[in-house]
């Protein structure tokens, strides 16, 4: 299969996924999300798969969702609604938490709402060190609906994630090292080679016992995935048909500052 809003590639036990819509800031819309969903799961179902890296083209991993197709969703204009949509992207991070096979995200740029939570969803984070990270849902109104008040408190604490939930301010790759968020920052001339070196490393470790330590690692987390989804979700609808959401969309679509009246 041809995708045309990523690039696939498998290098020996090490496949690829490259978000590829530079122009958009790797922003997800409705093919985007399908097409990574399908890479997941070809990749997860591939024996000679051992490791996968997840990383964006340009200068961002990920935008988050496509705000434009947010606008067209709203008019009406779209063949998808917010809740179709929400759940496309939900079975995309869930394929992508699920992953039998550990996954590393080369955070080659910013990464932020949805894009964040991508990352958030893989087992390993790298980040270039110019790379800044935000839960940014806030700033449209909308709360984390990709799993990221299930996965951020887990990474950061309580406090330090409510804030970066709370404000949807961006930190630095520096500060997301040193509070858990990633593993390393390396200089994004070396950013490809360290999460390739990384992954090349774990795929040629022992799979079987790589793959039971990581169902061991998630089942001991407290709380169940799918019900944090599902409770994200909820909240999401409300928030979709919030003003203040359709609100956010107009003035980031107009360039400039959002009104917001609490309802």
């Not at 408190?153 to 330090?160: I, M, S, Y």
């Not at 930190?171 to 990384?198: F, M, Y």
């Not at 979709?240 to 959002?258: G, I, M, N, T, Y």
Request: a neutral charge.
């Amino acid at each position: 299969m041809e995708f045309q809003r990523i690039n696939y590639r498998t290098n020996g036990p090490v496949a690829t996924l490259q978000l590829n819509r530079p122009r958009a800031l790797n922003a997800l819309d409705e093919a985007a999300i399908g097409e990574l969903q399908q890479a997941l799961v070809r990749a997860a179902g591939d024996p000679a798969v051992k490791a996968f890296i997840l990383t964006g083209s340009g200068r961002a991993f990920c935008f988050g969702a496509d705000i434009s197709e947010f606008q067209r969703l709203h008019e009406g204009g779209a063949a998808v609604s917010p809740e179709a949509l929400l759940s496309k992207a939900q079975e995309a991070i869930q394929a992508l938490f699920d992953m039998p096979k550990p996954t590393i995200a080369a955070l080659n740029g910013f990464a932020s709402g949805l894009g964040l939570d991508l990352a958030l969803a893989c087992d390993l984070r790298i980040a270039a060190e110019r790379v800044k990270l935000s839960e940014a849902f806030v700033s449209m109104g909308l709360v984390p609906d990709g799993g990221g008040t299930f996965l951020l408190p887990r990474l950061v604490g309580f406090a330090r994630a409510a804030e970066l939930i709370f404000t949807g301010a961006p930190i630095t790759a520096q500060e997301a090292e040193r509070i858990g968020l990633v593993n390393r920052v390396v200089p994004s001339s070396e950013l490809s080679k360290a999460a390739e070196d990384l992954a090349r490393k774990l795929a040629h470790g022992p799979a079987l016992a790589i793959s039971l330590a990581k169902q061991a690692l998630k089942k001991n987390l407290w709380g169940d995935f799918q019900d944090a989804l599902k409770v994200e979700a909820g909240f999401q609808r409300l928030c979709l048909a919030s003003a203040d959401h359709q609100e956010a969309v107009r003035s980031f679509l107009e360039r400039r500052e959002p009104i917001f009246k609490g309802k």
